[in-house]
């Protein structure tokens, strides 16, 4: 496999690995383990697809996707950072819901960056797919977020 697409398989499974040790959070609610155990699936389904994506452009001879090793790797190394904060216990409920976002907005813009390069519609597809599920989870969250303490937890502003 693309040694770029298999850091990418790599990213979507460590973040899902974030999202089911964050349904264990001692301070989450049922609400936010849910958002959490559906996002964690949705993970596992994008590391599916991008393998499948991968395989067919390995088949077709195909290597260059546009992607550069060292865009990927920054992602996987903060969504790891992440991940030994979630499993060292050194993010309060509000952290972990914060940490979640960032993760979802960064993962959207490389997506929508991904989506627009190299010349392999398999892969434009597949990253405006996944850009698009990510949008949804970072909606869902900020959400989330709006409603914590009250309603008085961080508004989010679109930028225009």
């Known amino acids: 496999m693309n040694s770029v697409l298999e850091i990418c398989v790599d990213i979507e499974r460590r973040?899902?690995?974030?999202?089911?040790?964050?349904v264990r959070h001692p301070e989450a609610n049922n609400e936010l383990r849910e958002i959490?155990?559906?996002m964690a699936e949705d993970e596992a389904r994008h590391a599916e697809r991008i393998q499948l994506v991968a395989d067919r452009l390995d088949v077709a001879?195909?290597?260059?996707?546009?992607?550069?090793a060292e865009q990927a790797q920054a992602l996987l190394d903060r969504a790891a950072e992440i991940y030994d904060d979630v499993v060292e216990g050194r993010l309060s409920i509000s952290d972990a819901v914060y940490a979640?976002?960032?993760l979802e907005d960064e993962f959207m813009k490389a997506h929508?960056?991904?989506s627009d390069t190299?010349?392999?519609?398999?892969?434009?597809?597949?990253?405006?797919f996944l850009a698009e599920e990510d949008r949804q989870h970072t909606v869902r969250l900020k959400k989330?977020?709006?409603?914590?303490?009250?309603?008085?937890?961080?508004?989010f502003e679109d930028p225009a």
Do not use: C, H
């Open 15 to 22: 973040v899902g690995a974030i999202y089911r040790e964050l």
């Open 61 to 68: 001879g195909m290597t260059d996707v546009g992607l550069t």
């Open 118 to 128: 190299g010349g392999q519609p398999d892969l434009q597809t597949l990253f405006k």
């Open 144 to 155: 989330y977020l709006n409603r914590m303490n009250d309603g008085k937890g961080l508004v």
């Open 112 to 114: 929508l960056n991904y």
């Open 36 to 38: 959490w155990q559906e």
């Open 100 to 102: 979640s976002v960032e």
